[in-house]
């Protein structure tokens, strides 16, 4: 099973270009998830989607956007990259639901963006 | 701040011993705990969970303890090996229906041969 496949697994960009970042799992789940985790710190939350159509902030979202493109990919874009932003960004996908309650995250593994 | 919190970032071991791994979180609405392990240049993985209705819970050489009086959390990992070694991270959710995660900074856990 792939589970959740993110692409690309390294980048290195210039300050002010854009870039998108690709996500997609195949277990069928409702939620998806954009994480950024820094050196010596956990993974901060900086978009959401509960379900298909929905998106939502969450911790640290200023400098990104996101879109739900269908049920399997959820992309993370960089609109003017700036150094802050060198960082590894992680996706992830939950099953949770009101059925089934909370489920756990499973996630891919990574991608290495360098701004210079 | 930081809601959930590790009182260990480093933990050594010696193979073949038993590991606890620390946690403590201060919202006492969350009501479902994870731990993950993340090994160096993979995403983390999923290693068990509990809710808040449960105090224990067991999974291959791995328990989770939930002590909802002091709001602490451990991962206890039973003959520990050298592909434990990984960094681990609690997480929890705080309630309501968007099943967003907020994570701890981490555990370093070394295991020597």
């Known amino acids: 099973n792939a589970g959740v496949t993110q692409t690309p697994k390294f980048q290195v960009l210039k300050t002010g270009q854009s870039m998108t970042l690709q996500c997609a799992q195949d277990m069928n789940h409702n939620s998806m998830y954009w994480y950024r985790q820094d050196p010596g710190m956990g993974l901060r939350l900086i978009y959401y989607s509960a379900s298909e159509g929905t998106t939502d902030k969450g911790e640290v979202p200023n400098g990104y956007n996101v879109s739900r493109l269908n049920k399997r990919e959820f992309s993370l874009r960089l609109e003017s990259a700036a150094p802050s932003q060198t960082s590894v960004y992680f996706c992830?996908?939950?099953?949770?639901?009101?059925?089934?309650?909370?489920?756990?995250?499973?996630f891919g593994d990574g991608t290495r963006l360098s701004i210079l | 701040g930081e809601s959930v919190g590790l009182h260990l970032p480093t933990l050594s071991v010696q193979e073949g011993d038993n590991s606890i791994i620390n946690c403590a979180y201060s919202n006492s609405a969350s009501d479902y705990f994870i731990w993950y392990k993340q090994e160096s240049g993979k995403g983390p993985q999923f290693i068990i969970d509990?809710?808040?209705?449960?105090d224990k819970r067991q999974g291959q050489r791995v328990t989770v303890l939930l002590n909802k009086t002091v709001k602490h959390l451990s991962l206890q990992i039973a003959a520990t090996q050298p592909g434990d070694s990984a960094v681990y991270f609690c997480?929890?959710?705080?309630?309501?229906?968007?099943?967003?995660?907020?994570f701890g900074k981490g555990t370093l856990l070394t295991v020597n041969p």
């Open positions: 997480a929890e959710n705080s309630g309501g229906s968007n099943y967003k995660l907020t």
């Open positions: 509990i809710r808040s209705n449960m």
């Open positions: 992830a996908s939950s099953g949770g639901s009101r059925g089934r309650g909370n489920q756990p995250q499973h």
